[in-house]
């Protein structure tokens, strides 16, 4: 019995990994206006949390509507919650374009089993910006 607890224990351990893929946006530059195109369906604290990354990174950020807009840069986003143990980030999608050719990805997914995806989005988000946007 024990050791049925104890393979169980650790496949979970295995596959309980916070997956992050990103694709570094080079062609953008410090200094660059970075359009965020406001989705709806995703919490605001989202938005205000993602906006607040790109600034701290040195670039301007503006928040648009999805129509109506002359960016040259512009980033659209996308976000899912969960609830395990209280309200949890469990995926995130970061596009960055410019002259509407995508040149940056950045991928989160926190799978149900990982305790580490509980804590504050913005801290989350943080990490996905400083490796989607160069420095």
Same mark, same amino acid.
């Given at each position: 019995?024990?050791?049925?607890? @104890?393979?169980?224990?650790?496949?979970?351990?295995?596959?309980?990994?916070? %997956? &992050?893929?990103?694709?570094?946006?080079? %062609?953008?530059? *410090?200094?660059?206006?970075?359009?965020?195109?406001? !989705?709806?369906?995703?919490?605001?604290? @989202? /938005? $205000?949390?993602?906006?607040?990354?790109?600034? &701290?990174?040195?670039? +301007?950020?503006?928040?648009? +509507?999805?129509?109506?807009?002359?960016? $040259?840069?512009?980033?659209?986003?996308?976000?899912?919650?969960?609830?395990?143990?209280?309200?949890?980030?469990?995926?995130? $999608?970061? *596009?960055? @374009?410019? !002259? !509407?050719? /995508?040149?940056?990805?950045?991928?989160?997914?926190?799978?149900?089993?990982?305790?580490? *995806?509980?804590?504050?989005?913005?801290?989350?988000? $943080?990490?996905?910006?400083?490796?989607?946007?160069?420095?």
């Amino acid at each position: 019995m024990k050791t049925i607890i @104890f393979i169980g224990a650790l496949v979970l351990l295995l596959t309980a990994c916070i %997956s &992050q893929t990103v694709s570094r946006a080079v %062609s953008v530059s *410090k200094g660059d206006e970075v359009c965020i195109i406001e !989705n709806p369906s995703v919490r605001r604290a @989202f /938005l $205000d949390a993602y906006k607040e990354s790109v600034e &701290q990174l040195g670039y +301007k950020a503006t928040i648009k +509507k999805p129509t109506g807009h002359d960016c $040259d840069v512009t980033s659209t986003y996308t976000a899912t919650y969960g609830m395990h143990w209280g309200v949890y980030l469990a995926t995130a $999608d970061l *596009k960055v @374009f410019k !002259n !509407n050719k /995508l040149v940056g990805r950045a991928e989160y997914r926190a799978p149900r089993a990982d305790l580490s *995806k509980h804590g504050r989005v913005s801290g989350k988000i $943080d990490k996905l910006v400083k490796e989607l946007l160069p420095i």
